[in-house]
């Protein structure tokens, strides 16, 4: 009887904790969507209040109109847009890349897997200046292009975790596939990809995630107000020289989460799976 009481004290400890935890680490996410339906004063004045005293729907609605007759709608559109095909592009070219590392032999792999692997201990901050002169020596500045056509080119992050989940598939099915008359390509999208699922939609969970909260490529390449992104569109709420709408940006801000919140709630059981690189075993 004392262990089973024991054992329901524990529990209820546990799942106090998990609770007080998971407040703690959700309340600036809390925060900002109340701070989206107050009004400008109730934001400061009453910062540490979560419900508003005043609901302002219309910070969703001022906030949605834009600024410079350009509308939220625009922001989104342009997101998806760069986030939608990053996404592809670095999946896919990863999926073959990976594949050629795991299965294929040819010269010359082990010191270009090497130099794919160094590729990753570089800061970013190194090739900012490098690429910026080469994608305007080619007349790409103020497009997508500089945000998009990288990723066709593969991410080592995503071929070193595809390579570990593929590694982990049996090579008998691929000689059973080459008996059978299948070549490279046949057995990578018939054999490999079907049983590289989760791996590749962990990645595109990932890709899809980091290119959509980008803030950096864009205000580095894009200059018209048409083709900003959502989080570049954000910072043009902020006015120094003016009163800053705080609703209106908060509201923008939550909107923005929506499309990130959904994707990780439909797809996070892929999640552990592909981190996990475990795959079948022999």
């Not at 546990?14 to 998971?22: E, L, N, R, S």
């Not at 419900?51 to 609605?61: A, D, H, L, R, V």
Request: hydrophobic share 50%; aromatic share 18%; charged share 10%.
């Amino acid at each position: 009887m004392k262990m089973k009481k024991k054992g329901y004290i524990n529990t209820l400890l546990y799942h106090a904790f998990i609770w007080i935890f998971g407040f703690f680490m959700l309340y600036p996410v809390l925060w900002l969507i109340s701070s989206s339906f107050k009004g400008h004063a109730d934001i400061f004045q009453r910062a540490h209040h979560l419900i508003p005293t005043q609901w302002e729907f219309s910070n969703y609605i001022e906030g949605w109109k834009g600024f410079g007759g350009i509308s939220f709608a625009v922001f989104f559109k342009n997101s998806f847009i760069v986030a939608t095909l990053t996404t592809i592009g670095q999946v896919v070219s990863s999926a073959f890349v990976a594949y050629g590392f795991s299965r294929i032999r040819f010269k010359g792999k082990k010191i270009l897997f090497g130099c794919m692997i160094t590729t990753m201990l570089l800061p970013s901050q190194v090739l900012i200046i490098p690429q910026y002169i080469m994608f305007s020596k080619l007349g790409w500045i103020d497009s997508f292009k500089p945000l998009i056509v990288p990723a066709f080119f593969g991410l080592p992050f995503f071929i070193f975790l595809m390579m570990q989940f593929i590694q982990g598939i049996p090579k008998e099915l691929d000689e059973s596939a080459t008996i059978d008359g299948c070549n490279h390509m046949g057995i990578f999208l018939r054999i490999i990809v079907p049983l590289l699922v989760p791996a590749l939609m962990t990645s595109a969970i990932f890709a899809f995630y980091w290119k959509w909260q980008d803030f950096f490529g864009p205000l580095l390449y894009l200059q018209t107000p048409g083709k900003y992104t959502v989080s570049l569109a954000l910072r043009m709420f902020s006015d120094p020289a003016a009163v800053t709408n705080w609703g209106a940006m908060f509201a923008m801000s939550a909107l923005s989460l929506v499309p990130v919140v959904i994707l990780f709630i439909a797809f996070q059981k892929y999640i552990v799976e592909g981190i996990s690189t475990s795959g079948l075993k022999g």
